[in-house]
């Protein structure tokens, strides 16, 4: 199902047909470095990824992070959406891109759109976004999106701690 288009993607809700992609993407060296490793190594693991953290998170909430895919040819090409962590108060952005496709303005036109989506739907007024301290790439993304540094938190006791931006929409 479609949730969000822009001039190049389309953004719609994951579900077990993606599993592919979602292993590729869970496994990819940016993604362990900077995200964390979720344990996802077969198509199974990805599968059950999916079910228990995406679609139960657009079951209880209405919103989550979305499939990312170029225009026309359909490609998978990353995630972006709106995630609801227990450890923040506030609804967060998350985005991650395959290498091929990063570099490309793909993560600032889908964020863009998706930030604009949970203002008009879900009346959002302020959207944080966590990044690694050493991402300086979603770091300098955040920014251009008009995130501002505001602290340092840990999500859980036993994490390092990750650098919080917010924006007041």
């Not at 079951?59 to 170029?70: A, C, D, I, K, S």
């Not at 998978?76 to 609804?91: A, F, H, P």
Request: charged content about 30%; glycine content about 8%; overall charge negative.
């Amino acid at each position: 199902m479609r949730v969000v288009e822009t001039e190049r993607l389309i953004l719609h809700k994951l579900t077990v047909e993606d599993s592919e992609f979602i292993l590729a993407l869970l496994n990819d060296p940016l993604w362990l470095r900077f995200i964390g490793d979720k344990g996802v190594r077969t198509l199974d693991d990805a599968r059950d990824y999916i079910l228990k953290n995406l679609v139960a998170m657009y079951e209880r909430l209405g919103f989550g992070l979305y499939l990312t895919e170029l225009k026309g040819s359909g490609v998978s090409i990353g995630i972006c959406g709106l995630i609801k962590r227990d450890s923040l108060e506030d609804v967060d952005l998350g985005f991650a891109f395959l290498q091929e496709f990063r570099g490309k303005g793909y993560a600032y036109e889908s964020a863009s759109a998706v930030m604009e989506y949970g203002r008009s739907s879900f009346g959002l007024s302020r959207i944080v976004a966590i990044a690694s301290p050493d991402n300086f790439d979603s770091a300098k993304l955040l920014e251009k999106l008009g995130f501002r540094f505001e602290k340092m938190v840990k999500l859980a006791d036993d994490c390092e701690s990750v650098s919080l931006f917010a924006s007041n929409v």
